[in-house]
């Protein structure tokens, strides 16, 4: 995806409707185990202020509301917000507010020193030096979960190429850590493989591939696309399958004293 403001309020905009539930059952499960593989790594959320960047439709952040003293979920994308509310409304939840902001806009003053936890999960809001700055400002101890160079999916990467476009992993561990580095931090990382299965109608799966050309600066052949699309589908449903290898980082920035400016 082509990184401009506009691209990712779309992309973001139109996968939520689709996009997964916080107490799936598939989905639960995944956010179950990667909890347990963060509580080894010395993560302990109960009783925690949490921070959760880019929370989209609060696969993280509503769960762990029932441990954590307090959660706030940051995002850009109202749509993904107004899953959330949904949600959190459906289960009762009174302690994860939900702010509609861009990670990189959000004023340092409105977070700084705020929280326990700093947790960003298969986001782009953190991106940049001043963006994990604020994570360190925002709390004593960071999170960050990222694509670690693998993403494959047969429909995809037929769609892709057939457009002239390369289907890949976006930009995540290595940008991340490439940044960690400059910082002076030695964050802990660990590498976990992961799968999904994804179903929809063929009309969704035009509409989302229709999106996904967009951003990436191609206009979908949807001629084209109904003929790749012909041997997934099964009684009228699409059916993509995605592996994937993610990165999760854990650090604690440098004790700073007060007056004292980051590095």
């Keep these: 995806m082509k990184g401009t403001r506009a691209n990712e309020k779309l992309y973001w905009d139109s996968r939520a409707a ?38 989209g439709t609060g696969v993280y952040a509503l769960p762990l509301a029932k441990t954590a003293a307090s959660v706030l979920g940051v995002d850009s994308s109202a749509a993904m917000l107004a899953v959330y509310r949904t949600e959190r409304r459906a289960r009762g ?18 977070v700084k020193g705020r ?9 782009a809001a953190v991106k940049t030096r001043a ?3 604020k994570m360190e400002a925002a709390a004593p101890l960071c999170v960050y979960i990222g694509w670690a160079g693998l993403r ?3 429909l995809l990467e037929k769609v892709y190429a057939a457009h002239g476009l390369e289907y890949r992993a976006p930009e995540g561990e290595e940008r991340t850590l490439r940044l960690l580095k400059a910082l002076g931090r030695r964050p802990r990382v660990v590498r976990v493989r992961d799968n999904w299965t994804k179903t929809a109608s063929v009309g969704d799966t035009l509409r989302e591939l229709a999106v996904s050309m967009a951003v990436n600066g191609a206009r979908l052949d949807e001629g084209l696309a109904r003929r790749l699309i012909r041997p997934f589908t099964h009684g009228g449903r699409v059916r993509q399958r ?3 290898r993610k990165a999760v980082l854990v650090w604690r920035p440098p004790f700073r004293r007060a007056g004292r400016q980051a590095p």
């Excluded at 956010?31 to 202020?49: C, E, I, S």
């Excluded at 929280?115 to 986001?123: E, K, L, R």
């Design 131 to 133: 963006d994990i700055l």
């Design 152 to 154: 494959r999916n047969a």
């Design 242 to 244: 995605t592996l994937a």
């Design 18 to 55: 689709n996009y997964p539930r916080p107490f799936g059952r598939s989905n639960a499960g995944k956010t179950r185990r990667m909890l347990r593989l963060l509580a080894g790594l010395g993560v302990d959320f109960a009783g925690r202020r949490l921070l959760d960047i880019g929370c």
């Design 93 to 110: 939840i009174k302690n994860a507010p939900c702010l509609r902001a861009e990670w990189a806009g959000l004023p340092a003053a409105r």
């Design 115 to 123: 929280f326990d936890i700093a947790f960003a999960s298969m986001t």
